[in-house]
């Protein structure tokens, strides 16, 4: 078992950056596969990024390809989303998750086994 817990969001205006932190606790970080996902206030929850087990494979929603980049330090146990050239709509609460896989380039894109509790991200102009 794991448990995750982010950190990291808070308000920022249109145009800058922040840095999203998905601390890992429980067992070792590396079997996992790693996602971030968003939800915005009365909106559903929707994919932003993903990252594979071996830390090497990416996949990224189509409205923050280019902006956003997932990374992961499995020393430190923590996964992150750096988030540039924010826009009003990434406003949302981001939630990291994780699945474990046998497999070290699989991506998770729609389910996973753990879930953190939510950092508030708000983009104000």
């Known amino acids: 078992q794991v448990q995750l817990v982010e950190s990291g969001g808070g308000l920022v205006q249109v145009g800058g950056s922040l840095r999203l932190s998905c601390v890992a606790s429980g067992r070792t970080f590396s079997p996992y596969a790693i996602t971030w996902f968003r939800q915005a206030p009365g909106k559903e929850r929707e994919f932003v990024a993903g990252?594979?087990?071996?830390?090497?494979?990416?996949q990224y929603a189509d409205s923050v390809k280019g902006r956003f980049t997932i990374s992961r330090d499995n020393a430190k146990n923590t996964a992150y989303l750096q988030m540039n050239s924010l826009k009003p709509e990434d406003t949302a609460v981001y939630f990291c998750a994780a699945r474990e896989t046998f497999l070290p380039g699989v991506i998770i894109t729609t389910t996973a086994d753990h879930w953190g509790q939510g950092t508030q991200v708000i983009v104000s102009s």
């Open positions: 990252l594979s087990r071996s830390g090497t494979s990416t």
